[in-house]
Structures are given as C-alpha cells and as structure tokens.
C-alpha cells in the first residue's frame, strides 16, 4: 500500500496542479543593487560546506521519490546529475523499504550513482523507530526526519498524533551516527519551533514553507472529501518569512525551500539567512525530459545565481548573506507582527 501511494505521489506532483496558489513571499524581497559592485562574475564562487561535506554550490534537490519500482529512474537521474554537479540531494521517506527490502534498490541507487554528493535520507516524524534502519540502508551523510502535520491531516490514511514528537526527535538524534536534519514538506517551520529542534539536537533545518508543492493539495486528489483539502490547500508560513524567522532564531544551518524557482530566488534565500536552498517539484519535472534536460535546467539555475550575485556585488556566499535586502508588503508586515527584525537586512553593508 505504501509502494503505491510512493507511485501516486509522483504522478499526482508531475501532472496536476499540486502547488500553493500563494505566494512564497520572495516577491517582496528586493536584492539591493550596486551600480559598482567591483567583482568579476566569471569568477564568483559558489562553493560551500554544509554537515561537513564541501558542495560546489549552495544547491540540494530535496526529498522526491523511491519505494516504488518507477522512482529508480527517477532517483538515478537525480544523483548523476548531482554528482556531475556536485549538489546536494534528498530521498524520499525511506519507510517503504524499511517495511519491504525488496524496495531498497529505490533509494540505494542515489548513493551508487553519486558516491561523493551530500546525500540525505528520510524517514518521516511518525516511523522515527524506524531512522536506523533508515540510515544504515545505505552511506548517508545525513538523515532528515519529516515532518508533516498538514498532509497527514488530510490524507486519508494520516497518522494525526503527534504527542511526543519532539522528545522522540531527541532521542533519535542521541542514537544516530550521523547528523539529523529536521525538514518540513511545504508547510514552513516558525522561529519557535526551530529554537525546540535546535535544543532538541538537530543539526540542520530545512524550512520548507509554502508556496511551492502543497501536500493537502495532492491529498486533495487522492481524498473522497474534496473540501477539508480545498479550505487547507494554502494553509502554512509562506517560504520567504520562515527562512528569515528560523534564520533569525538558531545558530545551525537553514536550508530554504519551498516554491523556489529561479536563481534570483534562491540568492533572496541566502541574502536572508540560508546556507542553502532546495528545490523539488521543478526538478521531478526536468527529470520526466531526460538527463540532459536535467542539467540543463540546473546550469540555467546556476548562471542565474551568478547574475544575482554579481549585481549586488558578492564574490562569494560569505559576502552574500551581508549585502543589503528590503522586504516590503505582505512579508514585512508578518515580521514585524511576529517581532522580528527587518530593518537589519537593509543596512548591513554599511554597518
């Protein structure tokens, strides 16, 4: 039944309309431009580390696919081209092949086909007995947990209990060799809440807020009552505000994803506090057009992130997360309301 629904999954994000009809709020970020920004943009460098393991780009294609037979292709598309890369990438929930080996070719894949990427497992917040397992299932540098309230709420077979979620979050961290991400799946996490994973021992936080792909929208297709998924379909803290909230909150690193689709985009993430960002929907789409495709869509990614940088005058990641940055409107205004600091975007550079 879970192979199934891994299959129902991937069809429903490729061929429907599965995404936030809101925004991220990235719109109402705007990057501050230099008219002299004095750096080379052939030589910009995108370089980073993240958990240790040194990336050529702040990049990770996040949690798609495995547990079923047609997500190999799938995942053995995504690694090459984050080896060829070398960019970070995530697996699905590994779950499926927790509870029936015969399924962990579905995942395993990634690790032979990109033996030197930042590869990061997952298990979702309810099978957290089951991280491991998880974990042992191939060489992974890290191992997300999952956690998605909103989807479970709708999905018809949901697990909605989730009292002691963050004790056992804890506990899994103190039993794994290698280091725990929390990650949401659409629906954004809030300064508070990354303070208690922080506290809790997790040693990275991807953001994941709305609008990009919205689980109760794809639970929607799969539900016989069509309205709980329709009232709830935009239901989250849009991407923009989460990363500055959980980048404002805890001193370990944010990945920011959730709706990101270009790679000006991506530098507003960073500007705001991220380490990396992470995208998901838009790379299952490239993939379905072949490897070349693939790659061609993150080389466009790429030199868009390089035009970003070059016109607000940053040589490299460390500079971009202190230029200037305004955040107006709708983003602003959650902010400031939920007391945090927008002023300090705006005047770094001359600070």
């Given amino acids: 039944m879970i192979s199934d629904r891994k299959l129902e999954h991937l069809l429903l994000c490729t061929h429907s309309d599965v995404e936030y009809h809101k925004k991220t709020g990235f719109n109402d970020v705007e990057l501050v431009h230099?008219?002299?920004?004095?750096?080379?943009q052939e030589e910009i460098d995108l370089s980073t580390s993240l958990l240790g393991k040194k990336m050529d780009a702040p990049l990770i294609i996040t949690a798609i696919t495995g547990g079923h037979p047609s997500s190999t292709k799938v995942n053995q598309k995504l690694a090459q081209v984050a080896q060829k890369l070398n960019i970070g990438m995530g697996l699905g929930s590994q779950r499926a092949a927790v509870?029936?080996?015969?399924?962990?070719?579905?995942?395993?894949?990634?690790?032979?086909?990109?033996?030197?990427?930042?590869l990061i497992g997952n298990i979702g917040a309810p099978q957290m007995e089951q991280a491991r397992e998880a974990s042992q299932m191939m060489g992974l540098?890290?191992?997300?947990?999952?956690?998605?309230?909103?989807?479970?709420?709708?999905?018809?077979?949901?697990?909605?209990?989730?009292?002691?979620?963050?004790e056992n979050i804890q506990k899994t961290v103190e039993i794994m060799n290698i280091p725990v991400i929390a990650k949401e799946t659409g629906a954004g996490i809030s300064g508070n809440d990354a303070?208690?994973?922080?506290?809790?021992?997790?040693?990275a936080i991807d953001v994941a807020g709305a609008g990009g792909t919205s689980w109760a929208a794809v639970e929607t297709y799969r539900s016989r009552d069509k309205n709980m998924g329709e009232l709830y379909w935009d239901w989250g803290i849009p991407t923009a505000a989460s990363t500055a909230e959980v980048s404002q909150s805890v001193q370990i690193p944010v990945i920011s994803s959730g709706g990101i689709r270009n790679g000006l985009e991506a530098v507003k993430a960073l500007a705001l506090g991220a380490d990396a960002v992470g995208m998901a929907l838009p790379v299952l789409k490239a993939s379905y057009l072949g490897g070349e495709a693939l790659l061609s869509f993150f080389q466009k990614f790429l030199a868009e992130i390089r035009v970003a940088m070059f016109l607000v005058g940053a040589s490299k990641l460390e500079e971009l997360q202190k230029t200037d940055l305004v955040i107006q409107g709708k983003t602003k205004e959650w902010l400031q309301e939920r007391g945090y600091e927008t002023k300090i975007y705006a005047r770094r550079s001359s600070l």
């Avoid at 509870?99 to 930042?118: F, H, I, K, M, Q």
């Avoid at 947990?145 to 909103?150: A, M, Y």
């Fill in 99 to 118: 509870e029936n080996p015969e399924l962990a070719s579905t995942y395993t894949v990634a690790r032979e086909e990109a033996p030197d990427a930042l």
């Fill in 141 to 166: 540098d890290a191992l997300a947990i999952h956690l998605n309230p909103l989807q479970e709420a709708i999905q018809p077979e949901g697990d909605v209990d989730t009292r002691g979620y963050l």
């Fill in 195 to 203: 303070r208690a994973l922080e506290n809790a021992g997790v040693k």
């Fill in 34 to 40: 230099k008219a002299l920004p004095e750096v080379n």
